[in-house]
C-alpha cells in the first residue's frame, strides 16, 4: 500500500525521459517467499531531455545491489526520495546492473509479481513494474526484453515471458530454467511472466502471410474442458483483424493465461495476455451466453491491443485512452461482425449505450469526472475508467462517422505507418486521421480535453407550402470540476426523416439528394439550422441515429411520435431509444406518485405498444428482448431531480408488476415460442431467445404469477442461461422454492468458483437483501475477500446493484461501505478505490440521506493510512 504523500501529476509538466533503454535483462530466481530480481539495463542519454540524472522507480522493495558501469554504487552515489531514486552525474552512456528482494506471497495488492493458489503471475499495468525491481517505469521508455526465469521444477513446471522461447533447461536441486526472448521494443508495464502448474490447449494456426504459429491457453488442471471458446475467440480475432485491417500477428507464438486472483479482466501483456478466469472458461454448463459474449469482447480486445497499445503505445499514462479507447472501438466492431446481422449489430450497440447512459453520463456528471485525456492525476490506477475506455471509444466512433469507414481505415494505414515501435499522443492519432483525409480535425481536439456530457438540443419547423423541413441544434456542457465553461464540440448527428406510414423519407439538402435515408449533420457552432427540401409531408424526425455522437439529444417528442419511432424507425438503436423514452416518462411519474403517497397508474398505451413489440415476430428475438428492458434503477436516479432509492425502486417494480400481469398470456407464450432445444449453443440467434423467454419469465416473477414455470425451468435446465435466469425470477419472485433452489445451486456448483460469484451477486442484488443478510454471506465458508471476483460478487453487487437497500433510511448500508473501504483498503486499494466510488454522487440524494452519505466519506477520509487510491476518491467526493 503506498502511504506517501499524494503528490498530483500534471500533463502540462510532461518532460521526456532523460535516458532512453535499449535493453533490458532480466533474471528471476522464484520463491514465494523471497524471490531475487536481478536487471541489466543498457541506457544511452536522450538527446530530446535537459536533465542530467537516472531516474528509477521502485515500490516496497529491498535493494541488495546497484552498480553502474561495472562499479558498485554507495549511498552517496544516488538518492531516494520516497519511490523515486536519482543517480546523478551518469555518463552518457550506461550500464545498470540491479538486484533486487521481494515477497511475492505478502503481495495482496496483485500488483507487480504475486501469488495466486500457490502459482506466480504478474500485473504491472500502469505502474506494478517498479514492484519488482527499480526501473525507469514509464510507458515511453521502450526497450527489448530477454528474461532468464529459474524455479522448482515440480512446483512450477511451466516457465513463461513475454516473446519467443529460445532456450530451456535442467539445473541442480530439482530446479529447471526457461530464456524468453521478445523481438519487438515494449515499455515495461507490458512485461509479464508466469510460473505455475498449468495445463495447455494448444493448436497451429495459419496466418494470411502463410506462417504457423503455436497458439495456446492455458489453465489449471481440471478446467481444460472450458477453454474451447477462448481459442475460437482468439483465432476469430487474428482472422477479423487481418482482414478488417491488415494487421497480423507478429510473433511465433500467443499465449492467454487464466488466473483466478486478478484485479482487472484481463491484460495485453506482449504475446502473453494473462486474464481473469472470468474471461477465459466456459461451458454450457457453468457459463452463461453473457459470459460467453464477454470472452469473446475480451480475447478480441487484449488480442487487438497487440498493434493498438503495444506496437503503439502512449506516451504517458494521459494518453491513456489512445490505447483503450480506440481498442474497445476495434473489439466492439469485432463483436458486431462475428454476429453478422444488422439486427445483431444493432443489439450490441444498444448495449454499448446503455453502459454508456449507466456508467460513463454519471461519471461525467460527477467529482471524479474528467477528460478523456485527463490533465492531471493523483493515482493512474483511478483513471481506469468508463469515460477513458468506453467514451474514448465513442470519440474513436465519431472519426468513422464522419470520415467513412474507407477514410477511418485510411487514417488507422497513416498511423500505423508513422508510430510503429514508437510512443505517441492522441494528437498524433488525430492528426493522422486528419493528414490522410484531407480534413480540419483541430475543433475534434475538444472531445479529448473537455469533460462532461454535451446536451444537444433539436427544434424542427415544418413548412408545408415550401414543402421544406428545418432542424435547429444547439449545443452546451454542462460545467465540470476544473472546467466551468466548454466550447462548441464538433459533433457527429445522424438523422432520418419518417412519414406517417413508417417509411424513410428521401432527403434532400441544398438541391441535391442524399444518396442515403440517413444523413450525418455536423454540429460545429453553438447554434446551426439544417434545411431538407423536397418533404411533401411532416415527418417525424429520428435523431442521433446508432448514437452518433455520446451526447443527451434534447427534443420535446410527443407520445404518438415516440410510439411512431418505437413501432416503425428502420434505426434500430432509435428504435429502442424511443421505447425507452416511453417507459423513462411513465417511471419518472410513478416515482413521483411514490414520494408524494399517489395512486400509481400504468396506462394503456404503453401497455399496447409494449405488446405489438413483444409479439412483432419480424423482430428479431434479441431486439425484442433489449427493446422490451425497462431503463435501471440507476438511470431513473440520474434522470431525477433529486434521488429518493426507494421510490425509484417501487415505482420501477410496480411497472414490472403491471407489465407481468397485463401481458400474462402473451409473455407466456412468447416464453414457450422461444424454447431452445437440443445441443447449446451460444450463437446470436439462440442466445436472443434465451433471453427473450427469460425476459419474459423475469416480468411474471415481478407479478408473482407462474413461478412454477421457473421453478421447473431451473429444475430441467441444461445450461447456465437457463437455469441461472430460473434461479433469478424465483429469488426475485419471493418463491418458496427459492431457499431449496439456491441450496442446490451451490451444492451442484460449490467447486466452480466463477458460479459461486454469480450465487454471491443474486443473493447480495436481491430486493429483499440487506445490509445484515450481506454481512451473513460475508461469513459463508466460500466468502474471501481477498479474492476481487469475490468481493465484487458480493460487496459491490449490493452496494452498486442494490440501491433500495444500500441506500436504506437508517444509514446502515453506509456504515457497511465504510468498513468495507477500510477493510480492502489495507489489502488492495485497486479494488478499494472501486468500491469507494459508490458514493461519489452524494450530492444528489435527499437531504437526510447526503448528511449520512458525507458522514461515511468524511469517517473513511479520516483514517490514518489511506492509499493514494481511496484518498483521492473521498477528497474529490468531498470538494465542493
Excluded at 483541430?442 to 427544434?459: L, N
Aim: hydrophobic letters at 40%.
Amino acid at each position: 500500500m503506498r502511504t506517501d504523500i499524494p503528490q498530483t501529476i500534471y500533463r502540462k509538466d510532461y518532460l521526456p525521459p532523460a535516458y532512453l533503454v535499449e535493453t533490458v535483462e532480466l533474471g528471476f530466481d522464484l520463491d514465494p517467499a523471497r524471490t531475487i530480481v536481478a536487471s541489466r539495463l543498457t541506457m544511452t542519454r536522450n538527446p530530446a531531455s535537459k536533465q542530467k540524472h537516472i531516474e528509477l522507480y521502485g515500490g516496497e522493495l529491498e535493494l541488495v545491489a546497484l552498480r553502474l558501469n561495472g562499479r558498485a554504487l554507495t549511498r552517496r552515489d544516488y538518492e531516494i526520495n520516497g519511490h523515486l531514486m536519482r543517480i546523478p552525474n551518469a555518463p552518457d552512456e550506461v550500464v545498470l546492473e540491479i538486484e533486487t528482494i521481494i515477497s511475492p506471497e505478502k503481495n495482496t495488492t496483485l500488483n507487480g509479481l504475486y501469488v495466486s493458489n500457490g502459482n506466480f503471475f504478474t500485473q504491472c499495468e500502469a505502474e506494478g513494474f517498479r514492484n519488482m525491481t527499480w526501473f525507469p517505469d514509464r510507458p515511453d521508455v521502450m526497450a527489448r526484453y530477454t528474461v532468464m526465469l529459474r524455479a522448482d521444477k515440480q512446483k512450477y513446471p511451466v516457465l513463461l515471458s513475454n516473446g519467443n522461447l529460445v532456450e530451456e533447461g535442467e539445473l541442480p536441486d530439482g530446479r529447471h530454467y526457461a530464456k524468453w526472448e521478445d523481438p519487438f521494443k515494449k515499455p515495461s508495464y507490458l512485461f509479464a511472466l508466469v510460473a505455475a502448474r498449468l495445463v495447455c490447449q494448444e493448436e497451429t494456426f495459419r496466418l494470411a502471410d502463410g506462417r504457423d504459429v503455436l497458439l495456446q491457453v492455458w489453465v489449471e488442471e481440471g478446467n481444460l474442458d472450458k477453454t474451447d471458446y477462448a481459442m475460437q475467440s482468439l483465432k476469430n480475432s487474428i482472422r477479423w483483424d487481418e482482414e478488417r485491417w491488415g494487421l497480423e500477428l507478429d510473433l511465433d507464438r500467443f499465449m492467454i493465461v487464466a488466473v483466478g486472483d486478478f484485479n482487472m479482466g484481463a491484460m495485453e501483456n506482449k504475446g502473453l495476455n494473462i486474464f481473469n478466469t472470468k474471461f477465459v472458461l466456459a461451458n454450457p454448463r457453468v457459463a452463461t451466453d453473457i459470459d460467453y459474449a464477454g470472452i469473446e469482447a475480451v480475447v478480441g480486445h487484449e488480442y487487438f491491443h497487440n498493434w493498438t497499445g503495444n506496437r503503439v503505445t502512449c506516451r504517458d499514462w494521459f494518453q491513456l485512452s489512445l490505447k483503450e479507447g480506440l481498442t474497445v472501438f476495434r473489439d466492439q466492431e469485432f463483436s458486431a461482425d462475428m454476429i453478422g446481422t444488422d439486427s445483431g449489430r444493432a443489439v450490441t450497440r444498444i448495449d454499448q449505450v446503455r453502459t454508456l447512459r449507466q456508467a460513463q453520463f454519471p461519471e461525467d456528471a460527477g467529482p471524479m469526472s474528467h477528460p478523456v485525456r485527463p490533465d492531471s492525476f493523483v493515482e493512474i490506477n483511478n483513471f481506469y475508467t468508463v469515460t477513458v475506455y468506453e467514451k474514448g471509444a465513442e470519440v474513436v466512433r465519431m472519426y468513422q462517422t464522419l470520415l467513412g469507414r474507407e477514410g477511418f481505415r485510411k487514417g488507422m494505414d497513416l498511423y500505423f505507418q508513422r508510430h510503429d515501435e514508437q510512443a505517441v499522443t492522441c494528437d498524433d492519432f488525430r492528426a493522422a486521421m486528419a493528414d490522410a483525409n484531407g480534413r480540419d480535425l483541430a475543433q475534434f481536439e475538444r472531445w479529448y480535453s473537455q469533460a462532461g456530457t454535451p446536451v444537444v438540443k433539436a427544434e424542427t419547423r415544418y413548412d408545408p407550402v415550401k414543402k421544406s423541413f428545418e432542424i435547429t441544434l444547439s449545443q452546451s456542457c454542462p460545467a465540470t470540476p476544473g472546467q466551468p465553461k466548454k466550447q462548441p464540440f464538433h459533433i457527429p448527428v445522424a438523422v432520418g426523416l419518417l412519414g406517417a406510414k413508417g417509411n424513410d423519407l428521401p432527403l434532400t439538402v441544398n438541391g441535391k439528394t442524399v444518396g442515403s435515408t440517413t444523413m450525418v449533420l455536423e454540429l460545429t457552432k453553438a447554434r446551426q439550422t439544417f434545411k431538407f427540401d423536397g418533404v411533401l409531408e411532416e415527418p417525424v424526425p429520428s435523431l442521433l441515429r446508432d448514437f452518433s455522437a455520446p451526447v443527451v439529444l434534447d427534443y420535446a417528442y410527443t407520445d404518438d411520435q415516440l410510439i411512431h419511432l418505437f413501432n416503425h424507425d428502420s434505426d434500430a438503436v432509435n428504435r429502442w431509444e424511443a421505447g425507452q423514452r416511453l417507459a423513462m416518462s411513465r417511471l419518472l411519474r410513478l416515482t413521483k406518485a411514490v414520494s408524494e403517497g399517489g395512486t400509481l397508474v400504468l396506462d394503456e398505451t404503453f401497455i399496447e405498444a409494449m405488446r405489438k413489440v413483444l409479439l412483432d415476430e419480424s423482430l428479431d428475438a434479441a431486439f425484442r428482448e433489449v427493446a422490451l428492458l425497462l431503463p435501471s434503477e440507476t438511470l431513473i436516479a440520474e434522470q431525477s431531480e433529486v434521488v429518493d432509492p426507494q421510490a425509484i425502486h417501487m415505482a420501477r417494480q410496480f411497472m414490472r408488476s403491471a407489465i407481468g400481469r397485463k401481458l400474462q398470456k402473451d409473455l407466456i407464450a412468447q416464453i414457450n415460442a422461444n424454447q431452445t432445444p437440443g445441443e447449446y449453443s451460444p450463437d446470436a440467434i439462440a442466445a436472443g431467445k434465451r433471453g427473450l423467454k427469460n425476459l419474459c419469465l423475469a416480468y411474471l416473477a415481478a407479478a408473482f404469477l407462474n413461478l412454477d414455470l421457473a421453478e421447473r425451468q431451473f429444475d430441467k435446465a441444461t445450461n447456465m442461461t437457463d437455469r441461472f435466469s430460473a434461479l433469478t425470477s424465483l429469488v426475485h419472485g419471493e418463491s418458496s422454492e427459492a431457499e431449496r433452489a439456491l441450496d442446490t445451486f451451490y451444492k451442484d456448483f460449490e467447486g466452480e468458483a466463477l458460479v459461486i460469484d454469480k450465487w454471491f451477486a443474486l443473493q447480495a442484488s436481491a430486493p429483499r437483501t440487506d445490509v445484515h443478510k450481506v454481512r451473513e454471506l460475508m461469513q459463508h465458508k466460500a466468502f474471501n475477500i481477498r479474492n476481487p471476483n469475490r468481493a465484487r460478487s458480493l460487496l459491490f453487487s449490493f452496494c452498486n446493484g442494490n440501491p433500495a437497500q444500500f441506500d436504506a433510511p437508517d444509514g446502515s448500508g453506509y456504515a457497511f461501505w465504510t468498513e468495507q473501504v477500510l477493510a480492502l483498503d489495507k489489502l488492495n486499494p485497486q479494488v478499494a478505490a472501486r468500491l469507494a466510488r459508490a458514493l461519489d454522487r452524494w450530492r444528489r440524494y435527499m437531504p437526510e440521506q447526503q448528511d449520512r452519505m458525507r458522514s461515511a466519506l468524511e469517517q473513511v477520509s479520516a483514517s490514518g493510512k489511506l492509499s493514494n487510491d481511496v484518498r483521492e476518491v473521498v477528497t474529490k467526493a468531498l470538494a465542493n
